[in-house]
């Protein structure tokens, strides 16, 4: 499945990144500690959080992940969104909690 698919699928708004969604998802991760993302999230997958600063961005670069999926109505920042945009990430957004965005993308997937 790629990201422009998810996106349609869970109605997912598109922030910025659309360089890369027809990323394909291998999985999903949910954490909202960076260095429990960069110690153990894997190259494809599709980050769920709620943090928003520019910090993301770096770590779904350094892991190549797939897109992040920011829930419960978080905006991202401004520079969050910039980096999103020149590193060509996605970043989408939910009014969804954490716990119902991982059900639906675990259904999704398996």
Request: hydrophobic fraction near 40%; avoid cysteine.
């Amino acid at each position: 499945m790629t990201i422009q698919q998810l996106t349609e699928k869970l109605n997912l708004k598109v922030y910025g990144g659309e360089k890369g969604m027809e990323n394909e998802i291998s999985g999903g991760y949910v954490s909202d500690l960076l260095s429990d993302v960069m110690g153990n999230a894997d190259s494809g997958e599709v980050w769920i959080t709620l943090q928003t600063h520019k910090n993301v961005m770096a770590i779904a670069s350094l892991k190549d992940l797939a897109a992040i999926v920011l829930v419960n109505n978080h905006q991202p920042e401004e520079d969050t969104l910039a980096q999103a945009n020149e590193e060509g990430i996605p970043l989408l957004g939910t009014p969804l909690s954490t716990f119902e965005v991982a059900g639906k993308l675990y259904e999704l997937l398996k």
